[in-house]
């Protein structure tokens, strides 16, 4: 390695889709789904953010974030579906990928910011949770080559 440019381009491995849920209706519980279809213009098919803004097709959050999060809420465990997030992603650092590109199965995604909590959490995780939340909500992404996604999917980071 020739600079810490380089650093941002290596991975110790490849991560895994552990859980997908997805909102059909706007203020509806999160429904959980062994997998989705994304689209470049509409993202996750059948989730009312669909056809909504590009940046936001997808949202992923890191599995090893839900205890710390259980943890500063005092929960023994933290259902992902009280996060609404749509992908819950384990052993890939989501952070280091804002602005690069992930392959899970046949699609590519453009991991485009950070996903802030909103003032849900405070009722989903008690008082306290959007705190809790903030630096742990996960990463927001657009669709560059649709296809299906699955539970147990390989996440791959794409090099420049």
């Known amino acids: 390695m020739d600079n810490i440019k380089d ?3 290596v991975f110790p491995r490849a991560g895994r889709v552990e859980w997908i849920g ?3 209706q706007r203020r509806e519980p999160v ?9 470049e213009k509409k993202g996750i098919l059948g989730d009312h953010y669909s056809g909504q803004s590009g940046n936001r097709h997808v949202t992923l959050i890191q599995a090893e974030h839900l205890p710390v999060v259980a943890a500063l809420t005092g929960h023994d465990v933290l259902d992902p579906a009280l996060i609404r997030r749509n992908i819950v992603v384990s052993g890939l650092n989501l952070l280091a990928l804002k602005d690069q590109k992930i392959q899970i199965g046949g699609t590519v995604l453009q991991i485009t ?18 705190n809790a939340m903030r630096g742990h909500g996960g990463m927001t992404a657009k669709v560059l080559t649709g296809g299906e996604i699955r539970v147990g999917d390989n996440v791959i980071f794409v090099q420049p």
């Open 7 to 9: 650093l941002f381009n």
């Open 113 to 130: 910011g950070q996903c802030h909590p909103c003032s849900k959490m405070e009722t989903a995780l008690g008082p306290g949770g959007y």
């Open 31 to 39: 429904t959980v789904v062994g997998s989705i279809d994304v689209t």
């Open 22 to 24: 997805i909102r059909a």
